[in-house]
């Protein structure tokens, strides 16, 4: 009676006479070395079972003994496989070095997305205003009427603030007025900026330029350093806005004459209109 076997490497179905029973040999179908079960099938519904099975070659029966059973003998009544199994048995297996690159892969992805989103995050986070990009040049010129020619107001002292913010205490204003004033260690000067907004003086010619946030409304100030006035009215309205940054206006102020209106900064460049006291 034949030996009917799997093998255990393709589990192609095999059959060989028993007298190679624990012979070593190679299987028809997948070339592996295997060995022939000595176990015998005697039960008839195993038989029945059993559908065509492989005739395997005598010539690839080895002569030397082997050691240990590498074939599986088909049992009799052997149950059969349930979808669990066989969902075990369809497993494909991966090598190693797939899966090592699979998460290398993942690393670089979530790296990526990281700095991609930490870039977003820090160019749409909202910037306090003292810190806003300066990006708008705001150039002018301020003159004064001598009586005889209008000369350039050499040291007149310009201002912006930005009209949607305001300091929590007003800074003392005597140090930017124009014959006492403070161009560096100055606290007003500095909570100014901190706010967003910006201070200089003319130059020779009576000229200003500087870089402000643009899409921006400022008030802007402009105090003379050589025209003065005996008497300055300064209407209520005036009063309240100045008084928002700096109290008493009149430290700020004193005799000098000035003006104060509001602009909106846009573009890359705007150059105000000359200003003449």
């Known amino acids: 009676m034949p030996i009917r076997f799997e093998c255990p490497q393709c589990l192609s179905r095999l059959t060989i006479s028993r007298k190679f029973a624990g012979k070593r040999g190679r299987c028809p179908q997948c070339k592996n070395r295997i060995q022939v079960p000595e176990i015998e099938i005697t039960d008839p519904l195993a038989e029945d079972s059993w559908v065509n099975p492989q005739p395997m070659d005598p010539a690839l029966i080895e002569n030397k003994p082997s050691e240990?059973?590498?074939?599986?003998?088909?049992?009799?009544?052997?149950?059969?496989?349930?979808?669990?199994?066989?969902?075990?048995?369809?497993?494909?297996?991966?090598?190693?070095?797939?899966?090592?690159?699979?998460?290398?892969?993942?690393?670089?992805?979530?790296?990526?997305?990281?700095?991609?989103?930490?870039?977003?995050?820090?160019?749409?986070?909202?910037?306090?205003?003292?810190?806003?990009?300066?990006?708008?040049?705001?150039?002018?010129?301020?003159?004064?009427?001598?009586?005889?020619?209008?000369?350039?107001?050499?040291?007149?002292?310009?201002?912006?603030?930005?009209?949607?913010?305001?300091?929590?205490?007003?800074?003392?204003?005597?140090?930017?007025?124009?014959?006492r004033f403070q161009a560096v260690r100055n606290p007003a000067i500095d909570a100014i900026r901190g706010m967003g907004g910006a201070v200089v003086r003319t130059d020779r010619d009576g000229k200003f330029e500087l870089e402000l946030a643009a899409q921006t409304t400022y008030w802007w100030l402009v105090i003379s350093r050589n025209k003065s006035v005996k008497e300055t009215d300064i209407s209520k309205q005036t009063r309240a806005e100045l008084g928002a940054w700096f109290l008493p206006i009149e430290d700020l102020l004193g005799e000098q004459d000035f003006a104060w209106n509001k602009i909106r900064v846009s573009g890359s460049r705007v150059s105000m209109q000359t200003i003449t006291f």
């Open 68 to 179: 240990g059973i590498q074939g599986t003998a088909i049992m009799p009544a052997t149950p059969a496989v349930t979808k669990d199994a066989q969902f075990f048995t369809d497993k494909v297996p991966i090598p190693r070095w797939a899966v090592y690159l699979q998460g290398a892969l993942l690393g670089v992805i979530a790296t990526t997305f990281f700095i991609f989103g930490l870039a977003v995050g820090n160019n749409t986070a909202p910037v306090p205003a003292g810190e806003a990009s300066k990006d708008s040049v705001i150039a002018g010129a301020v003159y004064f009427d001598s009586g005889r020619e209008r000369m350039a107001d050499f040291g007149a002292v310009v201002i912006f603030l930005p009209v949607d913010s305001a300091p929590r205490e007003r800074p003392d204003a005597a140090g930017l007025r124009p014959d």
